[in-house]
């Protein structure tokens, strides 16, 4: 992958010009290496998926000109970016201890995304030389956590597709029902808490952690100074992808910038790449199912259905649309 150093500007498809033609003497090569031990390659991952984190959230908590239109939009992409962080770190603590290839495939499948059904299992399989009181706040941190995101979609879409059991008709429900005020930096800071413990779980190291000690084992607070507050679910916002769109786009573009500034500075840049390439590829399942599920004439159960049945398949997706592109194109 090769990153320009043109602007963030909207790329437009130009005849005859091929989109993966890659210049090998440039030095905005990405290499990208994987670990053989899964355990190692899923904490790497981890890794990354915290600094993208990080580096986000700092550039809109404490910039020289505060950004509101940022604040809003870019918790989506903040939220799912620290939340698969502490999956990561997680699972590659129990791929620490469960080295069976049928166990791992087991404690995956059962756990799935559930942060407070993989600590529970990690907990019982796995060595633990975090104290007491540690665990106890990651317990009740990941447990109200559950209540809101169990299956880690609660940021990436702005509701969820849901089926009544007796009537088998779809609905939908709302992520965030109405608006709501969340104190941004408490939001981060107990991320930062939590993967602090990970980290030193995972490293073995029996220093006691501490960030978590002020901090409320609540995912969500509301409140904070006013540029630090992200408001989200505007009832008045009939466009419900949009911020989620806007949101995944822009941080991806300021990930890609700043791994140009940091091979311009002489540092490596593949860490913040996978990070990146996700907030990508989310922003167009998002551009899609929004043409899908705002554009297309097609009744609600329909499109509720076709959405449910493609699940995060982007050229599922794209081939249901595209006949009706087609077609539009034509009158």
């Not at 500007?9 to 090569?29: C, R």
């Not at 994987?34 to 700092?58: H, M, P, R, V, W």
Request: proline content about 3%.
């Amino acid at each position: 992958m090769e990153t320009s150093g043109v602007s963030d500007a909207i790329i437009i498809p130009v005849k005859g010009k091929t989109i993966d033609k890659v210049n090998k003497e440039s030095k905005y090569i990405v290499k990208i290496s994987g670990q053989t031990d899964l355990s190692e390659a899923l904490f790497d991952y981890s890794e990354c998926f915290f600094e993208a984190a990080y580096k986000i959230s700092e550039s809109i908590l404490y910039p020289t000109y505060p950004d509101i239109g940022k604040l809003d939009t870019y918790f989506f992409s903040i939220a799912f970016l620290y939340r698969h962080c502490i999956e990561l770190g997680l699972k590659a603590i129990g791929f620490q201890y469960i080295r069976d290839e049928d166990d791992r495939a087991e404690f995956v499948k059962t756990t799935k995304h559930d942060l407070s059904a993989i600590l529970s299992v990690v907990t019982k399989k796995c060595a633990c030389s975090r104290p007491v009181d540690e665990l106890s706040w990651l317990q009740k941190y990941f447990s109200d956590l559950s209540q809101m995101d169990r299956e880690s979609d609660s940021f990436r879409y702005p509701f969820h597709i849901i089926r009544n059991p007796n009537t088998h008709q779809f609905d939908i429900k709302k992520v965030f029902d109405h608006q709501t005020h969340i104190d941004l930096e408490k939001f981060a800071n107990k991320f930062i808490a939590a993967y602090e413990i990970i980290k030193k779980w995972y490293n073995s190291d029996n220093k006691a952690a501490n960030k978590w000690k002020k901090l409320s084992p609540i995912f969500i607070e509301t409140g904070g100074y006013y540029y630090g507050q992200s408001v989200v679910g505007y009832k008045h916002n009939n466009a419900q992808f949009f911020p989620y769109t806007k949101g995944y786009l822009e941080t991806a573009n300021s990930l890609k910038k700043c791994m140009k500034q940091e091979t311009d500075n002489g540092k490596n840049n593949e860490h913040l790449f996978l990070p990146m390439c996700y907030l990508y590829r989310n922003c167009v399942e998002l551009s899609l199912k929004t043409i899908w599920f705002d554009e297309m004439d097609e009744c609600f159960q329909i499109k509720c259905k076709c959405m449910q049945d493609k699940k995060h398949s982007i050229i599922g997706m794209w081939n249901t649309i595209e006949p009706y592109i087609a077609q539009n194109a034509n009158e």
